[in-house]
């Protein structure tokens, strides 16, 4: 029996994303049929027992998050969908956009009608803008067979989707960085509280979901959100897209079933990573994106799912999956994650912006003979907790979990060329 | 430096996008598209904010954090070579040195005829067909040293057809 599941992918590499017919006969739209014959109190009831958390890496339960919007007055209501997937490592989003695009448009016409926004937004990074133009031409095919657009599905409700195209700032999968940016702004997060459901695009109520969480919402109409809660973890439902890399053998998307895989059948099963390339060993693995933990093989009969993931000190963000192998310096790596960092860091606080760069050259010296000593290490502990406890948002705050995981696992490398400093700053670290 | 489809054509771009404040990343990703060097020249700016009716520092904002845009020229066809570390372990150093030995420039440079650029970029979400490098809109993946001779003529040769088949459709 496959490891897998389709639910998102379904007919992915089959149906012709642009064909709206093939995708009507793979169950298309039909979605959208039922939720419009609900409530949209009753469609936040299917999504809330389904217990999707949000794709994009934060895990907030998503029928929370709706159902807390419902109740927010306001109007127009704005549904922003968030296409900036930029975590190193990621690239399921993309998959989605070029395979089921239709998908998510039926996930962000649901979401439009328990909103009753008129208007929906998906915010398309940089680097994806060769979907631009694809995406554009299948948007005005779905209105012109009443899906989207003026009065979908005959009714008297109508929804535009237009497409805003990033330009390179990985801080713009921020939420309300997202949507400063959206706004044509810089895209520098906005501090909170307000909510972005109640203070969001253009000061109104806003929903921001990522593409795998909106892509979800059809499958757990058709299926009601019981019966997809019981395909993945009694914590969190459903499935989850895997974006497998580094040096497996098969590297790709992956649509797997949440609590019941381990991280050993992600990686070595023949379905899906397939081992280790070049017959060397698997040393450390790197999971949901640049923010993420850092694991040990020890740790590799973990079950993947959010509840289990996080007992280990791990955890699911994007789904990115990035496999080393030995020859990889764990060092090294943590260099180019950090230079990830200060490429990324927008500046606007001073934890992130100059944590980031006292790391670099505390790393530096770690990787030279003699040239580090115990107060470094001692530095670099005070500067990830500093970064944790007081960076303005999730980037900064999450830049060091790398880091920190990394220490406890290869313990002997990040000692290896540390010498004694003088007596007095000798401190107990690790 | 390759010449500028007419006089007007910050302007056109403008209008194409409505004259809309809201469109400034994707009007400043058409003006240098256009401009041949990819970059957005400090007049064309004026003008841009001149005709959305904003100031010249918000659109110099916008030009100046995003990493896509550039002030100064990057060359023509700007080679851009993921530095995330999922490919930086996955062989795009020997992608960097390729391109190296093909063009004689190195990271930031652009070679003497302004036809080629090489730049690092932030992941592009080509992580499943590294080593894999971006030019304009098209990542093209699974690189060995034969392909990436064959793509690079392609560029000087103006054989768009030879490239086609190597532009990842994943």
């Given at each position: 029996m496959s490891k897998l599941i389709n639910l998102i992918s379904m007919g992915?590499?089959?149906v012709a994303p642009e064909d709206i017919k093939a995708y009507q006969q793979i169950g298309g739209f039909e979605a959208l049929k039922k939720a419009m014959s609900m409530s949209p109190a009753q469609i936040v009831e299917e999504v809330k027992a389904?217990?999707?958390l949000g794709r994009g890496g934060a895990a907030f339960p998503l029928g929370i998050k709706w159902e807390h919007l419902l109740h927010i007055e306001g109007e127009p209501k704005y549904i922003v969908c968030n296409a900036d997937e930029g975590e190193p490592g990621t690239f399921k989003d993309r998959f989605v956009l070029r395979q089921v695009p239709l998908r998510l448009f039926e996930g962000i016409a649901i979401a439009g009608y328990?909103?009753?926004?008129p208007k929906a937004y998906i915010y398309l990074r940089g680097e994806y803008r060769d979907l631009k133009e694809k995406l554009l031409s299948i948007i005005d095919k779905a209105k012109s067979a009443g899906f989207l657009g003026k009065n979908?599905?005959?009714?008297n409700y109508s929804l535009e989707i237009e497409i805003i195209s990033g330009a390179g700032a990985y801080i713009c999968g921020e939420n309300s960085a997202l949507l400063n940016s959206t706004e044509g702004k810089v895209g520098r997060p906005r501090i909170k509280p307000p909510h972005l459901a109640e203070v969001g695009l253009f000061q109104m109520p806003t929903l921001v979901n990522n593409v795998e969480s909106l892509a979800a919402i059809p499958e757990i109409l058709l299926l009601g959100g019981q019966r997809y809660l019981e395909l993945g973890h009694p914590d969190s439902g459903g499935s989850k897209l895997i974006s497998l890399a580094g040096h497996c053998l098969q590297r790709g998307i992956y649509e797997i079933p949440l609590g019941r895989l381990t991280l050993r059948d992600i990686i070595f099963d023949p379905e899906l990573g397939g081992g280790i390339a070049d017959g060397k060993k698997l040393k450390f693995f790197h999971l949901g994106g640049q923010s993420g933990a850092i694991g040990h093989p020890?740790?590799?009969?973990?079950?993947?799912?959010?509840?289990?993931?996080r007992a280990a000190g791990l955890s699911v963000g994007s789904g990115a999956v990035v496999v080393m192998d030995e020859s990889v310096s764990i060092l090294e790596y943590l260099k180019a994650v950090n230079e990830f960092f200060i490429h990324e860091s927008c500046g606007k606080c001073v934890p992130c912006r100059e944590g980031n760069r006292q790391i670099h050259k505390i790393l530096d010296r770690l990787l030279i003979p003699g040239a580090a000593t115990r107060t470094d290490l001692a530095t670099l502990r005070r500067l990830i907790d500093t970064m944790t406890a007081a960076s303005f948002c999730g980037l900064g705050q999450t830049a060091a979990v790398a880091i920190s995981t990394a220490w406890k696992h290869f313990k002997s490398e990040f000692e290896a060329n540390v010498v004694d400093g003088p007596e007095h700053y000798k401190l107990a670290v690790g | 430096m390759q010449k500028i489809s007419g006089d007007n054509f910050i302007s056109e771009i403008v209008q194409k996008h409505n004259n809309d404040p809201q469109q400034l990343t994707s009007i400043l990703h058409d003006v240098q598209e256009a401009s041949g060097q990819n970059y957005v020249a400090e007049p064309w700016a004026r003008q841009i904010a001149e005709l959305l009716q904003t100031p010249i520092s918000h659109v110099y904002e916008v030009l100046t954090f995003y990493s896509m845009f550039s002030t100064e020229p990057k060359g023509k066809v700007l080679i851009e070579i993921c530095n995330s570390a999922p490919c930086r372990f996955n062989r795009s150093h020997e992608l960097l040195a390729w391109c190296k030995?093909?063009?004689g420039i190195g990271?930031?440079?652009i070679t003497p005829d302004g036809e080629f650029g090489i730049a690092y970029t932030s992941c592009v979400g080509a992580c499943d067909v590294s080593p894999s490098l971006k030019i304009g809109e098209d990542v093209y993946g699974n690189l060995n040293r034969s392909k990436l001779t064959q793509l690079i003529n392609s560029f000087r040769e103006n054989r768009p057809e030879l490239r086609e088949p190597l532009i990842c459709q994943n």
């Open positions: 992915a590499g089959e389904a217990k999707l328990v909103f009753n926004s979908i599905l005959g009714s020890d740790q590799l009969d973990t079950v993947y799912s959010y509840t289990d993931l | 030995e093909e063009l990271v930031g440079e």
